[in-house]
C-alpha cells in the first residue's frame, strides 16, 4: 500500500494553524468590511490567455497548467509533439491555468462585470494563489493573497483610508508596525533632477541598497552602469535628507523645485500626510525616499509595511497604479490597493506570542461520559449549552476517566464536567478547571453563566 | 486586445453573491465547531497517486490534472507520444491532480498526521472541490464542499449529534427540512430476507423508484434482473410498511426476526430515535427505507435532507463508514460524517427570501462629500463610527449629490449622512433614511447609537 504524501511546497494545515489562520483572515476580513469593501471570490482556474503574458517570462514558466480533458494531445500534430517544445505543448495541451495572483483575476473580473459594477468599486479578495515556484522556507507553492483596491477614484482619501485599514488591522493583532511611504512621482523627479529621467529603475535600485553599503558603494555601481560624476553630485544631497517626515519634504520641495512630476509627488505626500495628522493612527508612519517597489505598475504612493518586534520583511504593501484593465482592452481605470502577506503575519504573530490562546478558540467545555444512561442524561443538557453559544462536547464513549481527561489535555479544552449519581440526585454539575486543576460544584444556570464568562 | 472569458462551468461571485455565501458557510463553520468540530484544510493539488482509483474508472477521467512544470514530456518516449493514448500521456505528463472531494483528502491527512491526532478526532472542512464534468444547470466544475466528520468512535452518540448539527443549521437559516433515516443493516437485513443477501444493490436500487414508478413496476424491474416471484412475494410487506417511525420499526422487528445484521440496524435506528426524543429538534425526521446513497461506502447510518418549501434534490447527506482509512494502508478506522450542499442551499434560501438583506451585510453609512475641507473635517468622525463597528464610507470626491445618492442607492446603502455649514456650526449631522426619505438632524452621539440600534 502506498505511503501517502503531499506536492512539494503544499501544506496542510491542522484544527491549531486553521484556528490561527482563521484569526488572521477574520480579522482582516472584518476590517475591510468596516471601510465600505466589498468581498468577491473569482475561480481558481483562469482561461491561460487571461494569465499569460502578464507577469513577465518568469512568471509565465511558473504558472500550473491544467492538461486539457479529453484527449489532450487532439491540437498537436505529430511533428509538434516529436518537437518536445515545453512551451508550445503546454500551450496547445491546456488551455487553463491556476490563479497566480488576485491582481490580473480582479482586472477581468472588472472587465467581465464592468455594467453592474458601481464605481468607485471597492473590493476585497482573499484566496490562494499558485506558483510553480523553487519551495523553500517560508517559501510555497500555494498561498493566499488578501487584497483590498478601490478603482474608478483618484482622490487621495482613499490612499489615508487604507493606511487606516493597516494600522487598524495591525492594532487588532497587537503588532507594532512601521508603514514606509514613498511616491514614485517623487522618484522620477529625482531621476530629472540627475538628468537622468530615463534611467529610473538604474537609480531607485541603487537608493535602495544605500543603508546597507553605504553612500560611495552606489556611486560605484551607477558609476559602472555610466552615471557621470555631474549626474552623481547631483543625486547626493538626496541621499543626504535626514530629519522628520516634513522636514524631508521641505528640503525636497527645494530640491525638486523645477521638477513638475517632482512637485505633483510631493503634494501627493503631503496631502496624505496632513489627512494621516487628523487621524488616531497607532503605527510609525515614516516617508522613505529608498522604497521602490511595484515600479513596473504604481504611479503614485507607494507603500510598505514592517513589524517593529520581529525580524521580517515587508509584512503588507501597496500603491496606486494608473491603468488596471488597460490589459484587456479598458482603459481608464486607476486604482489603488494594498495587500497583507499572510503567512508572514502569522510567523510574527506565532513568534512574539500574540494569537489568542486555544482556549478561546476551540472547544470550552468537555462532558465526561460514565455510563450510556449517563450520556442521555446528559445530551440535552449538553444541548442547551449550545444553544447559549458554549462550545460543547460530550465523550462519545464511556472510556477510563484519564483517557477523557487526557482527551481534554491534548485539546487544551479549559473545563471538563464531571457528573456522577450524587450530582444528578442534586442537579448539579462538578467543573473542573483544567489549568488550576479546582473543582466547584454548580447549578446549570450558575454552569453556564460561568462558561459563557469566559468569553 | 482580447475580450477576456471564465472557464466554462466555473464562476465569478460578486460582493452580494459572496455575502450570502459567507452567510451560509459562517453558519455551518459556527455550529460545526459548536460541536468540538475542528477546520483542517488541505491543498488545492494532490499527488495524483492519491487521487487516481478512488472514484471508480468516470472519477478518473473526471479529475482536473496539472502538467508537471519544466520539461512535462521528459519521461515519454517518442513511440509513447505517437501512441496518443491519453490516460497514459496524463500519467506520465502529470503527477498532481486537483481535489476531486474532501473525503479522500481527509483519508490521506489522517494517515500522514495520524501520530499528532487524538482520537476521537472531529474535522471539519470547507473547501472547493474541482470536476471536468459536462456543466450543466446547477452543476458546476468548481464547487465548495462542507463535510464534518469523526472518526475514532463508534458511539451513536455521533449520529445523534449529527443530526442535532443539521437541525440546528437549518434552523438558524430559517428553513423547514425533513431529515430521512436510513440503516444499510437494515437494507443488508431486507435483501437477506428476500433470500438475495448478494443483490443488495439490485434491490435498493428498485426500492428507491417505488414512490415514482409504483410497487408493480419496481417487481417487473426485479423480474427482470432475475428475481424470483417467491423473492417477490418476500420483499412485498417491506415495500408495504406504513406508519409512524416506531411503527415502522415495530413491523420491521417481526419481518427481520431472523436477520442478525437487520436486528442489529433496528437498534441502531432505536437509539438514535431514543436520544433524539430527548432533545428538542426543529426538523421533522423520517424513517425512509428507499433511502439508499453511498451504498459503496456506508455501513450503518445513511441520512439525507430535504427542504420542505421548495422543490429541490437532497441539500445535505450523510452516514456511517467503517474503513476510511484503509485505502491508504491504515485499517480500523471508523467514522460518521455529513456534508452541506452549499449550492443548492444557497438556491433555496434565494428562492425563499430568506438571506439576511443587504442592509444587514454591507455598508451602513456613507458620508456625503460636499468639499475637500468637508472631507478633512468628516474623517475623524468616520474614523470614530467604524472604531464604534460601524461599516461606514465617505465618498471619496466631492461630486455632484446625486451621483453620490444613486452611489448609495445602487449598493443599498441604508443611511447617508449630510454635513452642510450649518451642520458643522452646530455639530450636528443630518440623517438620511434612504428608503422612508425622512431626515433628521443627530448629535454624534445619537448618530452612533441610532446607528449601532440597527443592528
Known amino acids: 500500500m502506498?505511503?501517502?504524501?503531499?506536492?512539494?511546497?503544499?501544506?496542510?494545515?491542522?484544527?491549531?494553524?486553521?484556528?490561527?489562520?482563521?484569526?488572521?483572515?477574520?480579522?482582516?476580513?472584518?476590517?475591510?468590511?468596516?471601510?465600505?469593501?466589498?468581498?468577491?471570490?473569482?475561480?481558481?482556474?483562469?482561461?491561460?490567455?487571461?494569465?499569460?503574458?502578464?507577469?513577465?517570462?518568469?512568471?509565465?514558466?511558473?504558472?500550473?497548467?491544467?492538461?486539457n480533458s479529453g484527449d489532450a494531445l487532439r491540437d498537436l500534430s505529430d511533428e509538434e509533439l516529436l518537437e518536445r517544445n515545453a512551451i508550445h505543448f503546454a500551450n496547445k495541451a491546456c488551455e487553463k491555468g491556476l490563479r497566480y495572483d488576485l491582481t490580473v483575476p480582479f482586472a477581468r473580473y472588472v472587465v467581465m462585470h464592468r455594467s453592474e459594477l458601481t464605481l468607485p468599486f471597492r473590493r476585497y479578495q482573499i484566496q490562494p494563489v499558485w506558483r510553480a515556484d523553487r519551495?523553500?522556507?517560508?517559501?510555497?507553492?500555494?498561498?493566499?493573497?488578501?487584497?483590498?483596491?478601490?478603482?474608478?477614484?483618484?482622490?487621495?482619501?482613499?490612499?489615508?483610508?487604507?493606511?487606516?485599514?493597516?494600522?487598524?488591522?495591525?492594532?487588532?493583532?497587537?503588532?507594532?508596525?512601521?508603514?514606509?511611504?514613498?511616491n514614485r512621482k517623487i522618484l522620477a523627479g529625482i531621476a530629472e533632477a540627475t538628468g537622468r529621467g530615463d534611467r529610473l529603475i538604474d537609480i531607485t535600485t541603487a537608493i535602495d541598497k544605500l543603508e546597507k553599503i553605504g553612500e560611495e558603494k552606489v556611486f560605484d555601481e551607477l558609476r559602472s552602469k555610466g552615471f557621470t560624476e555631474d549626474e552623481l553630485s547631483k543625486l547626493r544631497p538626496f541621499l543626504?535628507?535626514?530629519?522628520?517626515?516634513?522636514?524631508?519634504?521641505?528640503?525636497?520641495?527645494?530640491?525638486?523645485?523645477?521638477?513638475?512630476?517632482?512637485?505633483?509627488?510631493?503634494?501627493?505626500?503631503?496631502?496624505?500626510?496632513?489627512?494621516?495628522?487628523?487621524?488616531?493612527?497607532?503605527?510609525?508612519?515614516?516617508?522613505?525616499?529608498?522604497?521602490a517597489r511595484g515600479?513596473?505598475?504604481?504611479?503614485?504612493?507607494?507603500?510598505?509595511?514592517?513589524?517593529?518586534?520581529?525580524?521580517?520583511?515587508?509584512?503588507?504593501?501597496?500603491?496606486?497604479?494608473?491603468?488596471?484593465t488597460g490589459i484587456f482592452g479598458l482603459d481608464g481605470l486607476s486604482g489603488v490597493g494594498i495587500s497583507f502577506g499572510a503567512d508572514r503575519i502569522y510567523d510574527v504573530l506565532l513568534e512574539l506570542g500574540l494569537f489568542p490562546s486555544e482556549a478561546e478558540i476551540g472547544t470550552q467545555v468537555l462532558f465526561a461520559n460514565f455510563s450510556e444512561e449517563d450520556a442521555a442524561y446528559l445530551m440535552p443538557i449538553v444541548a442547551r449549552l449550545r444553544r447559549e453559544?458554549?462550545?460543547?462536547?460530550?465523550?462519545?464513549?464511556?472510556?477510563?476517566?484519564?483517557?477523557?481527561?487526557?482527551?481534554a489535555d491534548s485539546l487544551k479544552i479549559p473545563f471538563v464536567v464531571l457528573v456522577?449519581?450524587?450530582?444528578?440526585a442534586t442537579s448539579t454539575f462538578t467543573l473542573k478547571d483544567m489549568q488550576s486543576g479546582q473543582q466547584e460544584k454548580l447549578t446549570l444556570d450558575a454552569l453556564i453563566s460561568h462558561l459563557s464568562a469566559q468569553h
Chains 1, 2 share one sequence.
Do not use: W
Open 2 to 67: 502506498q505511503k501517502p504524501t503531499i506536492p512539494k511546497g503544499m501544506r496542510d494545515f491542522g484544527p491549531v494553524e486553521m484556528a490561527r489562520r482563521n484569526y488572521i483572515f477574520d480579522t482582516i476580513r472584518q476590517v475591510y468590511a468596516l471601510y465600505g469593501y466589498r468581498q468577491i471570490e473569482t475561480p481558481t482556474m483562469e482561461q491561460l490567455s487571461t494569465l499569460l503574458g502578464k507577469y513577465g517570462e518568469e512568471g509565465d514558466r511558473l504558472l500550473f497548467k491544467v492538461l
Open 135 to 182: 519551495p523553500q522556507k517560508g517559501r510555497y507553492r500555494e498561498f493566499y493573497q488578501c487584497d483590498a483596491d478601490v478603482i474608478g477614484s483618484t482622490s487621495l482619501i482613499n490612499e489615508v483610508e487604507l493606511l487606516e485599514i493597516i494600522d487598524e488591522v495591525f492594532r487588532r493583532f497587537g503588532l507594532r508596525v512601521r508603514i514606509l511611504l514613498n
Open 240 to 291: 543626504a535628507l535626514t530629519g522628520s517626515n516634513r522636514e524631508k519634504l521641505t528640503q525636497l520641495k527645494e530640491l525638486l523645485a523645477t521638477s513638475e512630476e517632482g512637485q505633483k509627488g510631493i503634494e501627493e505626500l503631503e496631502y496624505i500626510l496632513d489627512h494621516i495628522d487628523l487621524l488616531d493612527l497607532k503605527a510609525e508612519l515614516v516617508v522613505d525616499l529608498s522604497l
Open 295 to 324: 515600479l513596473s505598475y504604481y504611479t503614485g504612493a507607494i507603500l510598505e509595511v514592517k513589524a517593529l518586534d520581529a525580524a521580517m520583511g515587508s509584512i503588507s504593501g501597496g500603491g496606486r497604479y494608473d491603468n488596471l
Open 389 to 407: 453559544g458554549i462550545r460543547s462536547e460530550i465523550y462519545p464513549e464511556p472510556v477510563k476517566m484519564k483517557k477523557q481527561m487526557s482527551y
Open 420 to 424: 456522577g449519581e450524587e450530582e444528578r
